[in-house]
């Protein structure tokens, strides 16, 4: 059964993410039938969502009314603004290097030397 859904349900709806976790459940097993809340809820885009997680359930997310996109990443997947978790700013970046750098130095020069 089709049924019109506003644009601003339709991003949150089918983010590639979504998507993506969707497509891959369906392939382990394809009787298995998506539960998804804001498609059938009145949420109607992501600031609802927030709102929802926020204050009707006491889930703190991470985000700003500047910034609404969440940043994270997991073993399988970073999203493209959560790269910046993985980076400094110069100011802010140490003048020495950490010791997980010192010690993949000194592995490299091991390995080089054999």
């Known amino acids: 059964r089709l049924s019109w859904i506003s644009p601003k349900k339709l991003e949150l709806t089918l983010s590639p993410t979504v ?26 885009g992501r600031e609802d969502a927030i709102e929802y997680a926020n204050n009707k359930h006491n889930v703190l997310v991470p985000v700003t009314k500047k910034s609404i996109y969440s940043k994270n990443q997991n073993l399988c997947h970073i999203t493209r603004e959560g790269m910046y978790m993985l980076t400094a700013d110069l100011e802010d970046a140490p003048n020495q290097p950490d010791l997980n ?3 993949v130095r000194r592995r490299l020069r091991h390995i080089a030397m054999r």
């Open 19 to 44: 998507v993506r976790f969707e497509l891959s459940f369906f392939a382990l097993n394809p009787k298995l039938n998506v539960v998804a809340p804001w498609r059938e809820w009145d949420i109607t």
């Open 101 to 103: 750098a010192q010690l």
